[in-house]
């Protein structure tokens, strides 16, 4: 879904277009990036949009003006990040979820406790990577000043200083977590009842998902 990312900031990006210096957080749906924009600059994965009439129109400018490999710009970062958040949350998840089942008795209510948790938990571990690549993207930075800037940071305000921006991030994911989970395995069920079937079918967990999701 990485071209409709690209697309959506494209069209969002027209009604106030970005100079050269300015940053602004770009959220794809898995993770946020602090972008820097670089106008000019080949190197530089954001660039100032064209004016377009709607979705269609700038999928076919994108494309003909940057080539087709532009609808996924931005992935490796959201992949570095993505990969390792989501295998410990659903890790996290999965096992939680199956304990809280047995000592609940209630399915939905088990899913809300461990989403929330699984998400805690994640969010917790990932910090400190997440704190990293935002100094990498802010600013163009070496690893030799990388380390350093992370360095004086944690000699000035001791370790907690790597799980900078720690709080926000929870609230904002904790909640969403959880009420995800309640709502699609709620979902599931009251499909499931509703066609008559005693196990969730493909149709009924897409649908399930994407309400969720919404």
């Excluded at 000019?40 to 377009?52: Q, T």
């Excluded at 969010?123 to 600013?139: C, D, G, H, V, Y």
Aim: proline share 5%; charged share 15%; aromatic share 12%.
């Amino acid at each position: 879904v990485t071209p409709l990312d690209v697309v959506k900031i494209r069209l969002q990006a027209q009604s106030k277009p970005f100079t050269k210096g300015k940053c602004f957080v770009y959220c794809n749906g898995l993770m946020d990036h602090l972008c820097v924009c670089l106008n000019g600059n080949s190197k530089a994965w954001y660039k100032v949009p064209g004016r377009f009439t709607g979705t269609a129109d700038a999928f076919v400018q994108i494309v003909r003006n940057e080539g087709m490999r532009s609808l996924w710009s931005g992935l490796p970062p959201t992949l570095v990040m993505a990969i390792p958040a989501t295998a410990i949350y659903f890790t996290f998840y999965d096992q939680l979820r199956d304990i809280l089942i047995h000592r609940l008795n209630n399915v939905e209510i088990a899913c809300l406790a461990a989403g929330a948790i699984a998400r805690l938990g994640s969010a917790t571990l990932i910090s400190p990577l997440e704190l990293i690549r935002t100094k990498m993207q802010s600013r163009p930075l070496s690893y030799k000043e990388l380390t350093s800037c992370i360095q004086s940071s944690v000699a000035k305000e001791g370790w907690l200083s790597l799980w900078k921006g720690w709080g926000p991030t929870v609230l904002r994911d904790v909640p969403f977590s959880a009420m995800y989970w309640y709502n699609y395995e709620l979902g599931k069920k009251w499909l499931c009842q509703k066609y008559n079937q005693t196990e969730a079918t493909f149709s009924i967990c897409f649908a399930s998902g994407a309400l969720s999701g919404s």
